[in-house]
């Protein structure tokens, strides 16, 4: 309803901030063939899906570190210009660094000697160390670690099993036997029963008949496409804290500390924002915070539920790239 009360003015600018969050596949390629429809519409979307961003722009602006890349290009042709542009920024700020260490050994020598120096040079030496100084880093890349533990045999199955909604049917007769190292995607439409059978899977809802048997070893590591519940008055490091203290109680006091801010580290929080309260954090802080705690609680089997919300795209391809090896 949200999408489409606007298209009904109709405007002559639409601005869309992340359109397909919590849209089922059908009502995406509706929203993109709508949009396709609309000619003398004007669209600017905030996107992290990279399957629509490909369909519906022709344009890409690039906002990082306080600069804006204009690429009138594909999604694929941004990509290898960032790369390009990533590239050309190395090795300027190698020569300037190779410099700038040429000067600061001159700049060290005797201060009987340097009073005989040029000022020009010494006042060259001050400009180029702020020009190196100012050069940011590399964007930070996401590194998703976190050790699964032990899996049974026996895993999750599901025996004739029946589970509704309100008076809806959700599964009839179900009957499925999970085995260790599978990948299984859950699609269909909005209100579907897709979050409902994830809850029935943890036996967080009960069967209406049959029964879901569990092996003994089994830890659901749940991932909800609703916002990380922490207090948020409760700081960022201490949310990791409690989810590394819950999944490893024989740690003392000091390797507790060290685990959190190492999961702090890898999911690019930096140590200003560690004492920052929970809700004070940006939608997508919040979904690494969540991944975080998740990741800390060291689970053998995964649910996730819309994982790639409020996500950006650095996030999800690190996040694809864990999955591939978890």
Not at 264 to 279: K, M, N, Q, V, Y
């Amino acid at each position: 309803v949200a999408r489409a009360a606007p298209l009904l003015m109709p405007p002559d600018i639409l601005l869309l901030a992340e359109p397909t969050n919590h849209l089922d596949i059908d009502a995406i390629r509706l929203l993109e063939a709508v949009l396709d429809e609309e000619e003398e519409l004007s669209m600017i979307t905030v996107t992290h899906d990279r399957a629509f961003l490909g369909s519906t722009c022709a344009e890409i602006l690039e906002l990082e570190r306080g600069e804006l890349y204009r690429h009138r290009t594909s999604y694929e042709g941004f990509l290898e210009a960032k790369a390009e542009r990533l590239v050309n920024e190395d090795a300027a700020a190698a020569a300037a660094r190779n410099t700038l260490r040429r000067e600061a050994a001159w700049m060290a020598k005797q201060p009987k000697a340097r009073e005989s120096k040029s000022k020009a040079r010494q006042e060259a030496f001050r400009e180029l160390k702020k020009r190196v100084d100012a050069v940011p880093g590399k964007p930070g890349a996401l590194q998703l670690e976190g050790q699964a533990a032990r899996m049974g045999a026996s895993v999750v199955s599901f025996v004739k099993a029946h589970v509704e909604a309100g008076s809806r049917a959700v599964l009839r007769d179900f009957s499925y036997e999970f085995s260790r190292g599978e990948r299984i995607g859950v699609v269909g439409p909005n209100g579907a029963g897709k979050t409902t059978f994830l809850r029935a899977l943890q036996q967080e809802l009960p069967l209406t008949a049959g029964e879901v048997k569990q092996g003994e070893t089994v830890r659901f590591g749940y991932y909800s496409q609703e916002q990380v519940d922490v207090a948020p008055d409760v700081r960022v490091l201490d949310v990791v804290l409690d989810a590394v203290r819950a999944s490893q109680p024989e740690l003392d006091s000091t390797a507790l500390t060290r685990a959190a801010q190492g999961l702090l580290r890898r999911f690019l929080f930096p140590t200003s924002r560690w004492s920052a309260a929970a809700g004070l954090c940006s939608g997508g802080e919040r979904r690494r915070l969540q991944l975080c705690r998740l990741l800390a609680a060291s689970p053998n089997f995964l649910l996730l539920d819309e994982p790639t919300n409020d996500l950006d795209l650095s996030t999800i391809r690190a996040l694809e790239e864990w999955l591939k090896a978890y």
